[in-house]
């Protein structure tokens, strides 16, 4: 039964207050993750939740829509500049849903496409057998090299001389490294490929030019703006070919989409104008460098990061030699209110609700103020959990004592979320 108090929906309510609470006392690892302005979230909780506007700008099937319009329209305007591209369609729902749509503008039920593997830190979007893209296409995939962890160009080349993909996927979850785009596009053209950029992790570091930009060697790119572009959840589909954006209009709605989410789309635009401000450069260098202290100190600590080290955001650790799984490190991390997330790395034995790695990411804690002293600090932390639990040492007084340590950083390093309830 539904409790309420004057109207007031109290279970939300409670389960709202207790996620703020959570957030804010808690450290957030997650690459995935970031947080998101109070500008942000106050368009996409806005008047536009109320809005249906089926179709695109200027060409509604619906009434009302004059401000859908500007706002739909400046979300675009703005990701062209971000990206520096000629189209950009800022509908899709999700980041599954903006490669489908890519999927269904371009190809048919059983085209081969080939992407980077699962376990070598692909998205299950780019062909993994329990996704739709798996299941509808037949997927091929290409992996990284055992000795150094990046991408093997050789088998990417020697698989689509034999496979023939009509679509090749660059892009990862679980990547740490630079693409190159330039190497990709010799591949696709070499066998008429459409070459496919998905960029959802590293969005933010290309807007502020800290990794290179998929184009012009890529026909088609696409991200999420909830990770390092630091927006809403949601996605992008980006261009340069009115040719492929005219197919990808189709593709979203009505292919594959209804009416557009106004509030998210404003949303977008708001932290599109975000990462247009030269603050947003500062913040991206500090994403970088936190992630690269991370690894040089975790490689003091003789702990193992797969490919060596970062050039992004995210850092990947190998387990292995610790005799643990990183289901039980991520365990024994949320209990110390460091949130984290287990992993696949390359060549796992371990199935992937198990895995041999865990997954770091340094957006929100960047986000929140902190630096390369604070990200060695809780390197260091990590590494005592590590430790204790390889060694079965670990009990209540010790993580108590971990937690304690978590909330005095925390208390540090404050934002917006702490003044609102």
């Known amino acids: 039964m539904l409790m309420e108090t004057n109207g007031r929906d109290v279970l939300v309510a409670t389960a709202l207050r207790n996620e703020v609470i959570r957030q804010t006392s808690s450290v957030e690892l997650i690459a995935s993750e970031n947080i998101a302005s109070a500008q942000v979230l106050e368009a996409q909780g806005s008047v536009f939740t109320n809005k249906y506007a089926e179709g695109y700008p200027f060409k509604r099937y619906y009434g009302g829509c004059k401000f859908a319009d500007e706002v739909e329209a400046l979300a675009i305007s703005r990701a062209k500049l971000v990206f520096n591209c000629r189209f950009a369609n800022v509908q899709p729902h999700s980041g599954s849903q903006m490669n489908q749509a890519v999927f269904l ?7 081969t496409i080939m992407g980077l593997d699962l ?18 296409f037949s ?12 991408v093997d160009m050789d088998e990417v080349l020697r698989k689509a001389l034999v496979h023939r ?6 892009g990862a ?9 330039e190497k990709f596009r010799l591949v696709a053209d070499l066998i008429g490929a459409v070459l496919l950029a998905d960029i959802s992790h590293i969005a933010g570091l290309v807007a502020a030019n800290l990794h290179s930009s998929p184009f012009p060697h890529c026909h088609i790119v696409t991200t999420t703006t909830h990770k390092s572009l630091r927006g809403p959840r949601g996605g992008l589909i980006l261009t340069n070919e009115a040719d492929l954006a005219k197919k990808i209009d189709l593709s979203v709605f009505p292919g594959l989409q209804g009416g557009p989410l106004v509030h998210v789309i404003a949303a977008k635009a708001v932290a599109l104008f975000e990462a247009l401000q030269p603050g947003f450069k500062l913040y991206a260098r ?6 690269k202290a991370m690894c040089c100190k ?13 050039d992004n955001h995210l850092v990947l650790l190998s387990l292995d030699a610790f005799g643990i799984t990183g289901k039980q490190l991520e365990a024994a991390l949320n209990r110390c209110h460091i949130v984290t997330n287990k992993n696949s790395v390359p060549f ?8 041999s790695g865990l997954r770091l990411g340094s957006c929100s804690c960047s986000t929140r103020g902190m630096k390369e002293p604070e990200f060695e600090a809780l390197s260091e932390v990590i590494f005592s959990v590590l430790t204790r639990l390889s060694s079965k040492r670990i009990d209540f007084r010790f993580e108590s004592s971990v937690r304690a340590q978590v909330f005095d950083l925390a208390d540090r390093f404050p934002f917006y979320l702490n003044r609102l309830y």
């Open 173 to 181: 979850t679980a990547y740490a490294r630079v693409w190159d785009w």
């Open 105 to 111: 503008a371009l190809l048919s039920p059983g085209d």
């Open 286 to 291: 500090s994403v970088v460098a936190n992630a």
């Open 139 to 150: 997927a091929v995939s290409y992996g990284v090299r055992r000795h150094d962890g990046l």
């Open 298 to 310: 975790f490689g003091q600590l003789g702990v193992s990061v797969v490919s060596g080290g970062t």
């Open 119 to 136: 376990k070598c830190g692909g998205h299950l979007t780019h062909g993994s057998p329990v996704n739709l893209s798996g299941k509808w």
């Open 348 to 355: 796992d034995a371990r199935p992937p609700s198990t895995t």
């Open 165 to 170: 993909p009509k679509l090749i996927i660059t």
